[in-house]
């Protein structure tokens, strides 16, 4: 399993910007698939996740309601909404996935065999 995540760069506060996680070798709807932030000086921290099974979604707190993730099989591609941006958002953010992740494991970084490499998301204010 290949992810190559995209779409990050710089954005005035209150902005928006749309992350892409293309899986590549698999199919990405038997994977969950997770959004993780991790910025300088501070410890990795989940940010959203879609299951597997059924699709259904999860959120930090701290994004609820400013970030969707969705997901479109056709284009074998997990996608990071983030609307409403705030300087504190500011991070690598990086997309993982698991065939087998079990829900209480869903904002468990290490509970992902898969990783990508991260795109930075840098919010002005």
């Known amino acids: 399993v290949q992810l190559q995540a995209s779409g990050g760069g710089l954005v005035q506060a209150g902005g928006s910007l749309r992350l892409s996680c293309v899986m590549s070798?698999?199919?990405?709807?038997?994977?969950?698939v997770g959004w993780f932030r991790q910025a300088p000086g501070k410890e990795r921290e989940f940010v959203a996740a879609i299951k597997r099974s059924g699709g259904t979604t999860f959120y930090a707190d701290s994004v609820k309601g400013r970030f969707t993730i969705s997901r479109d099989n056709a284009k074998n591609t997990v996608y990071l909404q983030m609307n409403s941006l705030k300087p504190e958002d500011t991070a690598a953010y990086s997309c993982?996935?698991?065939?087998?992740?079990?829900?209480?494991?869903?904002?468990?970084?290490?509970?992902?065999?898969?990783w990508g490499q991260g795109t930075q998301v840098t919010v002005s204010s």
């Open positions: 070798g698999r199919t990405v709807s038997a994977y969950s």
């Open positions: 993982a996935a698991d065939a087998s992740l079990i829900t209480s494991s869903i904002g468990n970084g290490d509970a992902y065999d898969w």
